[in-house]
């Protein structure tokens, strides 16, 4: 069999001397690999195929001769028309929208004056997945994606979320290309545990204590609890058996009839010891001196869901120097605005022997390397965004991948908000204060135009680990800020040295115990190192233009939400 061909042997022959390509672990040929190409198809008019996928829109035509089936595999945005004769097969049920089917056919050159450039005349109907019209909740009228987010799992079936998902993985790809070009090395970091990176409090816990108290509380309610008499009596019960085994032996009595009473001993004793295990059980969460115990719990301590994996990944990029992690990350606060979501998907590079400027220019390679990826590979998608929900998206595109970043400390990024005349910020801009959404789309919108870094952050406002300054006041930190989004990546050069780390963990008020390790990284064989973290969702709103972070990330979870 070809390395391209169809996977069985009837569809043997349909391939042989086929110019399509066929899908190697699916019996038919990818919409993309007809109406992709150069020619969007032409050449291939003559070709017989099979391919699969849902109905967009469908009509019947000719007063029910024939029927119109716009199809789409997921594989582009374009939709291949298709043709189905009433002789082939009953048309009624194939053209609601959202009806699944495999048709096999011939591709045609469709007359002229029509847009297609190709279409496929079927010769026999493979496979029917129907649609109850009056039931399917996605019809094909244009949708509010506000809408949609009540139906997450049907979703990926509309144009808008199709298109964000090829996005999204080519967005994926891309990461994984850049850095790996670089010579950065892949490690995944834990979901779960026990130190908060960012020092803010807003991780969720990770528990079985509840379920464990609810397991109990049940068991409790079917099996109520030996009493104090109950316990008395199995003791009881096992002092009898004990005394009648010594008294059998003092009677000389027979091995059977000894063996006997031993076991009858043993039930005895396994049922008081199982009585006093219970009688142990409480209702309820464990406690000890008026707090929670945790010893209890299921790690033996207090346990969270991961804000970031920069600290265990800094372990790596201590010993191999180039890392990057990309993963999930859970932040339990409650922000009900269009750029936070509660579990979203962070991008961490970490570089060791780099600071805070090699952490800069890697940021803004990787950034503008991402723009010219969907330039060049999600083109198609891009001018659906464009026509849909952004004029200027491509536009962006081509400026951020085209253009330096402006490069601004803090301190001159507040004197310039404090200059502003034509707008007036509901934040109060002064030093000290952390830049609101609005001074951050103002630097990038509309005074600068383009990305901006802004670094060299007070201390007071950002994180334990990042590096203090000469001047005490500021640390090694910066934030790329964009049109759309506001800020994209924040990162900073790490605070390598032990002393000052420890001082920062006092300073903050954080205990020292969970972050042992992660001082040992500067006690053995401490280095200059650097990182970042991009906010995967931010970089898809950043590039879509789409406004609301919830239609960007497959499955959203936010306050209150958390659907499949
Ligand atoms: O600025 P943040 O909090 O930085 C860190 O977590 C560092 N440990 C990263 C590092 O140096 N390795 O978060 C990084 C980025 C933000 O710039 C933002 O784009 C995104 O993560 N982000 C969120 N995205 C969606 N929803 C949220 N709730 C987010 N919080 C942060
Ligand atoms: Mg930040």
């Given at each position: 069999m070809a390395e391209d061909g169809p996977p069985t042997r009837e569809l043997e022959a349909m391939s042989l001397e086929s110019k399509v390509k066929w899908s190697k672990y699916s019996k038919r040929v990818l919409?993309?690999?007809?109406?992709?190409?150069?020619?969007?198809?032409v050449a291939l008019a003559g070709e017989k195929v099979i391919v699969g996928g849902w109905v967009k829109t469908g009509r019947e035509q000719g007063k029910g001769q024939f029927a119109f089936l716009e199809l789409n595999d997921g594989s582009c945005p374009a939709n291949l028309q298709v043709i189905v004769d009433s002789s082939v097969r009953a048309l009624g049920d194939l053209v609601p929208t959202g009806t699944c089917v495999v048709v096999q056919g011939e591709l045609k050159k469709p007359p002229e004056g029509t847009k297609q450039n190709v279409e496929l005349k079927v010769t026999d109907v493979l496979e029917v997945g129907s649609v109850d019209p009056i039931k399917y909740p996605i019809p094909k009228t244009k949708l509010r994606l506000d809408f949609l987010r009540d139906f997450v799992h049907l979703r990926p079936r509309t144009n808008t979320i199709s298109a964000i998902a090829r996005i999204r993985n080519a967005l994926a790809f891309a990461t994984h290309t850049f850095f790996q070009k670089h010579g950065f090395l892949y490690v995944q970091t834990p979901i779960i545990t026990t130190s908060d990176?960012?020092?803010?409090?807003?991780?969720?816990?990770?528990?079985?204590?509840?379920?464990?108290?609810?397991k109990v509380e049940k068991e409790l309610k079917e099996n109520p609890l030996p009493s104090d008499a109950d316990i008395e009596a199995a003791k009881l019960l096992v002092k009898e058996k004990g005394e009648l085994i010594s008294h059998l032996k003092s009677l000389k009595a027979s091995k059977e009839e000894i063996s006997a009473s031993v076991v009858e001993l043993t039930k005895a004793k396994e049922n008081l010891a199982k009585m006093e295990e219970r009688s142990k059980l409480t209702a309820g969460i464990p406690r000890?001196?008026?707090?929670?115990?945790?010893?209890?719990?299921?790690?033996?301590?207090?346990?969270?869901l991961t804000v970031s994996g920069q600290l265990q990944v800094e372990t790596f990029a201590c010993a191999l120097s180039s890392v990057y992690t990309f993963g999930p990350t859970f932040r339990a606060e409650n922000s009900h605005t269009s750029r936070h979501l509660a579990e979203f998907w962070m991008v961490e590079p970490e570089i060791a022997f780099a600071n805070l400027v090699d952490d800069m220019n890697c940021a803004e390679d990787y950034v503008r390397f991402l723009c010219q990826w969907l330039l060049d590979n999600c083109l198609d998608d891009m001018e659906f965004m464009v026509k849909n929900f952004d004029k200027t998206a491509i536009d962006r595109l081509k400026m951020v991948s085209s253009t330096p970043f402006k490069r601004i400390t803090y301190t001159e990024a507040i004197e310039l908000l404090k200059d502003v005349k034509d707008k007036a910020f509901e934040n109060k801009v002064e030093w000290g204060i952390d830049l609101a959404s609005e001074h951050e789309r103002y630097l990038t919108e509309v005074h600068f135009k383009k990305p901006v870094i802004v670094y060299n952050y007070p201390k007071k406002i950002k994180a334990f680990y990042m590096r203090v300054n000469e001047d005490n006041q500021t640390v090694a930190a910066m934030d790329v800020l964009v049109p759309k989004v506001g800020e994209l990546i924040g990162g900073s050069q790490r605070e390598e040295r032990y002393d000052n780390i420890v001082e920062r963990i006092n300073e903050m008020g954080l205990p020292i115990e969970p972050y042992e390790w992660y001082l040992d990284l500067r006690r053995y064989g401490t280095v200059t190192h650097s990182g970042f973290g991009l906010g995967f969702e931010r970089m898809i709103l950043f590039a879509t233009g789409l406004d609301n972070i919830r239609d960007v990330i497959p499955f959203p979870r936010y306050p209150g939400k958390a659907d499949l």
């Amino acid at each position: 069999m070809a390395e391209d061909g169809p996977p069985t042997r009837e569809l043997e022959a349909m391939s042989l001397e086929s110019k399509v390509k066929w899908s190697k672990y699916s019996k038919r040929v990818l919409i993309k690999s007809i109406l992709g190409r150069g020619d969007g198809g032409v050449a291939l008019a003559g070709e017989k195929v099979i391919v699969g996928g849902w109905v967009k829109t469908g009509r019947e035509q000719g007063k029910g001769q024939f029927a119109f089936l716009e199809l789409n595999d997921g594989s582009c945005p374009a939709n291949l028309q298709v043709i189905v004769d009433s002789s082939v097969r009953a048309l009624g049920d194939l053209v609601p929208t959202g009806t699944c089917v495999v048709v096999q056919g011939e591709l045609k050159k469709p007359p002229e004056g029509t847009k297609q450039n190709v279409e496929l005349k079927v010769t026999d109907v493979l496979e029917v997945g129907s649609v109850d019209p009056i039931k399917y909740p996605i019809p094909k009228t244009k949708l509010r994606l506000d809408f949609l987010r009540d139906f997450v799992h049907l979703r990926p079936r509309t144009n808008t979320i199709s298109a964000i998902a090829r996005i999204r993985n080519a967005l994926a790809f891309a990461t994984h290309t850049f850095f790996q070009k670089h010579g950065f090395l892949y490690v995944q970091t834990p979901i779960i545990t026990t130190s908060d990176c960012e020092g803010a409090g807003e991780m969720f816990q990770v528990t079985t204590l509840f379920s464990e108290a609810e397991k109990v509380e049940k068991e409790l309610k079917e099996n109520p609890l030996p009493s104090d008499a109950d316990i008395e009596a199995a003791k009881l019960l096992v002092k009898e058996k004990g005394e009648l085994i010594s008294h059998l032996k003092s009677l000389k009595a027979s091995k059977e009839e000894i063996s006997a009473s031993v076991v009858e001993l043993t039930k005895a004793k396994e049922n008081l010891a199982k009585m006093e295990e219970r009688s142990k059980l409480t209702a309820g969460i464990p406690r000890k001196d008026g707090k929670v115990d945790y010893s209890h719990d299921f790690f033996a301590r207090q346990a969270f869901l991961t804000v970031s994996g920069q600290l265990q990944v800094e372990t790596f990029a201590c010993a191999l120097s180039s890392v990057y992690t990309f993963g999930p990350t859970f932040r339990a606060e409650n922000s009900h605005t269009s750029r936070h979501l509660a579990e979203f998907w962070m991008v961490e590079p970490e570089i060791a022997f780099a600071n805070l400027v090699d952490d800069m220019n890697c940021a803004e390679d990787y950034v503008r390397f991402l723009c010219q990826w969907l330039l060049d590979n999600c083109l198609d998608d891009m001018e659906f965004m464009v026509k849909n929900f952004d004029k200027t998206a491509i536009d962006r595109l081509k400026m951020v991948s085209s253009t330096p970043f402006k490069r601004i400390t803090y301190t001159e990024a507040i004197e310039l908000l404090k200059d502003v005349k034509d707008k007036a910020f509901e934040n109060k801009v002064e030093w000290g204060i952390d830049l609101a959404s609005e001074h951050e789309r103002y630097l990038t919108e509309v005074h600068f135009k383009k990305p901006v870094i802004v670094y060299n952050y007070p201390k007071k406002i950002k994180a334990f680990y990042m590096r203090v300054n000469e001047d005490n006041q500021t640390v090694a930190a910066m934030d790329v800020l964009v049109p759309k989004v506001g800020e994209l990546i924040g990162g900073s050069q790490r605070e390598e040295r032990y002393d000052n780390i420890v001082e920062r963990i006092n300073e903050m008020g954080l205990p020292i115990e969970p972050y042992e390790w992660y001082l040992d990284l500067r006690r053995y064989g401490t280095v200059t190192h650097s990182g970042f973290g991009l906010g995967f969702e931010r970089m898809i709103l950043f590039a879509t233009g789409l406004d609301n972070i919830r239609d960007v990330i497959p499955f959203p979870r936010y306050p209150g939400k958390a659907d499949l």
